[in-house]
C-alpha cells in the first residue's frame, strides 16, 4: 500500500472527508511520527506495534571493487516491532512453512 492508497482509502472509509483533508491528514500523522523519531522518541500505536531508533555503531566496511578498507560511521535507523494483535492477524493468513 502506498501513500496514495492510504489517502484513497481513508476518503472512501469516512466519505465527511474530502481527498485533500484525508490527504492532509495522512501527512500529519507521518510528518508528527517522523519528528518524534528524529527527537529519539518512541512511538507506540496499541494493536498495530512500536517505532523505535536503533544505534548502528561504527565499524570497518570494505570496498568490494578494490577492496580497501572503508570506515562506517555511527547511524541511526528507524525499527518497528509489529505487535502481538498484528502478528497474529497477519499469522492466520498464511500457511505454515514447508521444510525440504
Known amino acids: 500500500m502506498t501513500r496514495s ?21 495522512v501527512k500529519a500523522i507521518l510528518d508528527a511520527m517522523s519528528q518524534a523519531l528524529v527527537r ?12 523505535t531508533i536503533n544505534r548502528r555503531p561504527p565499524r570497518m566496511g570494505r570496498n ?8 562506517i560511521p555511527e547511524k541511526r ?12 492477524a497477519v499469522g492466520q493468513d ?3 512453512a514447508k521444510g525440504p
Open 64 to 71: 568490494p571493487r578494490s577492496g580497501e578498507s572503508v570506515a
Open 5 to 25: 492508497d492510504l489517502v484513497e482509502a481513508l476518503a472512501n472509509r469516512f466519505p465527511q472527508l474530502t481527498q485533500k483533508d484525508a490527504e492532509s491528514a
Open 94 to 96: 498464511s500457511e505454515p
Open 40 to 51: 529519539g522518541h518512541r512511538i507506540e500505536i496499541r494493536g498495530f506495534g512500536s517505532f
Open 77 to 88: 535507523v528507524p525499527h518497528f516491532k509489529p505487535g502481538k494483535a498484528l502478528r497474529e
